[in-house]
Nanobody, 124 residues
Framework: QVQLVESGGGLVQAGGSLRLSCAASGRTISTYRMGWFRQAPGKEREFVAAINWSGESTGYAESVKGRFTISRDNAKNTVYLQMNSLKPEDTAVYYC?????????????????WGQGTQVTVSS
């Protein structure tokens, strides 16, 4: 079992930045693909970014490409999401997820473990 705990969310003005962290416990995540998803009120959960076990391969949703950066520190069992140039439409609850056999990083059903989420609110 892997437990994931997100932190770093909050209220920020448009154009600002936040860095989300996802700390894992229970098992090392060094061999897991890690992903970030988000869910806005009244909308379905959507893919944001993902990173492979080594950190050498990343992927992003078109809506965040060039603004968000995913990274990981396997020694700390932690994954990060640096969010710059935030927009009001980025407002959502952000979830961290991990999985061993993630054949398609943008598909949430391939991920085995999920955190509780952290709220990000971007004001205009």
């Amino acid at each position: 079992q892997v437990q994931l705990v997100e932190s770093g969310g909050g209220l920020v003005q448009a154009g600002g930045s936040l860095r989300l962290s996802c700390a894992a416990s229970g098992r090392t995540i060094s061999t897991y693909r890690m992903g970030w998803f988000r869910q806005a009120p009244g909308k379905e959960r959507e893919f944001v970014a993902a990173i492979n076990w080594s950190g050498e391969s990343t992927g992003y949703a078109e809506s965040v490409k060039g603004r968000f950066t995913i990274s990981r520190d396997n020694a700390k069992n932690t994954v990060y999401l640096q969010m710059n140039s935030l927009k009001p439409e980025d407002t959502a609850v952000y979830y961290c997820a991990s999985g061993i056999s993630v054949r398609r990083m943008e598909v949430s059903s391939f991920y085995d473990y999920w955190g509780q989420g952290t709220q990000v609110t971007v004001s205009s």
